[in-house]
């Protein structure tokens, strides 16, 4: 279990690097934080409901249809969001105690 977890996030940490090459460095306040993560929540629920519902994809015709690995692919995008608005928040020191 523990090479799986870890197979994981390595590719959480591959993302988040990627993400800090094309953004830079973030730091938003919690809310915002919050709606890019909601954002990603969003894209993981919609290759997942177009996986399972190919017939609700209004992009099929240019694309093909969608697969698991592109809901997978979202899941490590939205654990990467969350790994960078835990970064911020602790660079800017707000936590009480
Ligand atoms: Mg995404």
């Known amino acids: 279990m523990a090479e ?3 197979a994981v996030l390595g590719e959480v940490l591959a993302e988040r690097q990627r ?12 809310s915002t934080w919050l709606m890019v993560l909601a954002e990603e929540v ?6 997942v409901f177009e ?3 190919p ?4 992009r099929a015709a240019q694309h093909g249809p969608r697969t698991l690995a592109e809901y997978r692919q979202e899941l490590i995008q939205v654990a990467a ?3 960078a608005a835990i970064e911020s928040l602790d660079r ?3 936590l009480p105690g």
């Open 4 to 6: 799986k977890t870890g």
């Open 19 to 30: 993400q800090d090459a094309k953004w830079g460095q973030q730091d938003h306040d919690p």
């Open 42 to 47: 969003g894209e993981a629920n919609q290759a």
């Open 51 to 53: 996986t399972l519902f």
């Open 55 to 58: 017939t609700y994809d209004k």
């Open 81 to 83: 969001v969350a790994v």
């Open 92 to 94: 800017q020191d707000q």
